[in-house]
């Protein structure tokens, strides 16, 4: 079975640029997650996707950060102007849990990441 | 707001020997996760503890919850090289929270 995919694995960008990460998850995963994670800290929720729907998007500072899920399939994260403080390794998760239909251990299973950095 | 807390956050410990990671959260809810990540690398899921009382054990690592506390407990038993990583508890509830994650070298 294949794995949450990302691209790309490395982004180097100067600040007020714009920057696109995507995100494939697991064949038949319908809820997929996008983490913020700093260096030194634990990842950071930022936004939930149950199908194509978002579950919750209550950390994703929406006034720079965009994300889509169309389809219910593959994902983008954008960041549109970037700030140097968005240098962080972005995750994506994906799990099997959908509404009407809990799964009992609803495990996470993470992508690879995509690491940026912003100058 | 679910609060999710560990400590210790940093442990260097010598091969052979025993020791327990904490992890407290603030409210009550469902499901609480184990996740290891090797520098550089990725998260990847150890426990998952549904109830109170539950523990789960997978080679030298053993997870347990307890609800009414609110706390969770790693324990690691006779302490290997290869178990050096950052070790964080995550909960679901209104949304999913990952603790700041206990960065555990093991040294020969």
């Known amino acids: 079975e294949a794995g949450v995919a990302q691209s790309p694995r490395y982004k180097i960008i100067e600040k007020r640029q714009s920057v696109a990460f995507w995100c494939n998850p697991i064949?038949?995963?319908?809820?997929l997650y996008w983490y913020q994670q700093i260096l030194g800290q634990g990842p950071k929720l930022l936004i939930q996707f149950q199908n194509n729907g978002v579950v919750d998007d209550s950390q994703l500072p929406k006034d720079r950060f965009s994300a889509e899920r169309l389809k219910g399939v593959d994902s983008t994260l954008k960041i549109q102007p970037a700030k140097l403080e968005d240098s962080a390794v972005y995750l994506c998760?994906?799990?099997?849990?959908?509404?009407?239909?809990?799964?009992?251990?609803?495990?996470?299973?993470f992508g690879a990441g995509t690491r940026l950095s912003v100058l | 707001e679910l609060k999710v807390e560990q400590n210790p956050l940093f442990l260097s410990m010598q091969e052979g020997k025993n020791y327990t990671i904490y992890c407290n959260y603030s409210?009550?809810?469902?499901?609480l996760y184990w996740y290891r990540q090797d520098p550089g690398k990725s998260l990847e899921s150890l426990f998952v503890l549904l109830s109170n009382g539950a523990v789960k054990q997978e080679g030298r690592l053993m997870a347990s919850l307890d609800t009414k506390a609110r706390l969770s407990t790693l324990h690691i038993t006779a302490a290997v090289h290869d178990l050096s990583a950052t070790y964080f508890c995550a909960k679901d509830g209104q949304n999913f929270v990952f603790g700041p994650g206990t960065r555990l070298s093991v040294l020969p």
């Open positions: 409210t009550t809810s469902d499901r």
């Open positions: 998760a994906s799990s099997l849990e959908r509404l009407g239909k809990v799964v009992a251990k609803n495990i996470q299973y």
């Open positions: 064949s038949g995963h319908a809820t």
